[in-house]
């Protein structure tokens, strides 16, 4: 299933619970829900029990990481 981007009420609930602002957030058709911040910090965000940790992974990144950060990806 392909990314499918989260309105704003649902990343208001994740700025709720991390306690940090989000810049745009992703569901993938299950529980756990990808965000990422607007320094450029990629987490996953548990929808039903607010469990929440940052994603280090570097494959973690969307189309829209090289049109808002274009700096972090010279280079490549």
Request: aromatic share 16%; charged share 30%; glycine share 8%.
């Amino acid at each position: 299933m392909s990314a499918q981007r989260l309105n704003a009420k649902s990343i208001r609930r994740i700025e709720r619970t991390i306690g940090e602002p989000v810049k745009m957030a992703w569901s993938h058709g299950g529980y756990w829900m990808s965000f990422v911040t607007p320094d450029h910090r990629h987490g996953e965000w548990r929808r039903w029990s607010g469990e929440w940790h940052w994603d280090n992974d570097p494959m973690a990144h969307y189309t829209t990481c090289r049109e808002w950060w274009p700096d972090d990806f010279e280079g490549d």
